[in-house]
């Protein structure tokens, strides 16, 4: 496979943030594997003048999200902390639509399509506009905001590839990752690698 600007494909990179890599408040083990290729990732897609777009978990300190509001997970991602940067080594193109998502304190905010960018916009709208009809997904994590994301791009018409090199999973229970590729291949989505682009 290779891509073109016919293919009207575009590349969403999913929290890769500080918090969710190795040495963060919710890391996902071995999180930072991913960063080499989704680095080659966003390569391919800019050389080939295709779209890259990024989210990001960017919570408020007190939301129901968090365990000690009644959520199951840790303070993480912070808006404004150095938790919720995007990991230096992650190289995201100039100028880079990105989209923040869980800021509402009522929810979780997994999907990327709950996120908004700077001016307003939602992810359905943005790709509406972009002509995308192919979403590639990668970054953290696999059973979660990976999962979610994929699930509501399927079921919004879209032709989903996940580059399983470049996500990685909480595994709050054992296979998680692996059920969620499952579930998602069945539902209609690619499993493909950075490799094969």
Not at 61 to 90: D, M
Not at 94 to 108: A, C, H, R, W, Y
Not at 130 to 150: E, R
């Amino acid at each position: 496979m290779s891509l073109t600007m016919d293919e009207k494909a575009a590349l969403l990179i999913v929290d890769v943030q500080n918090d969710f890599c190795p040495g963060g408040a919710l890391q996902v083990p071995h999180g930072d594997r991913v960063l080499g290729p989704i680095n080659l990732a966003v390569e391919r897609f800019v050389a080939a003048g295709l779209p890259v777009l990024a989210s990001r978990d960017w919570h408020p300190p007190v939301t129901r999200h968090f365990k000690n509001y009644g959520g199951i997970w840790p303070v993480h991602c912070v808006q404004g902390s150095e938790g919720a940067a995007f990991h230096s080594e992650l190289r995201l193109p100039e100028g880079i639509l990105v989209l923040s998502k869980g800021f509402n304190p009522d929810t979780d905010g997994y999907s990327a399509y709950e996120g908004v960018s700077e001016d307003g916009r939602n992810l359905r709208s943005i790709l509406e506009n972009l002509g995308i009809v192919h979403l590639y997904l990668a970054g953290l994590a696999t059973d979660y905001c990976i999962l979610f994301t994929a699930r509501e791009a399927l079921q919004n018409g879209l032709f989903v590839t996940i580059l399983s090199d470049a996500v990685a999973g909480v595994d709050l229970t054992p296979r998680a990752s692996g059920l969620a590729l499952q579930e998602l291949h069945r539902a209609g989505a690619r499993i493909s690698t950075v490799a094969e682009l």
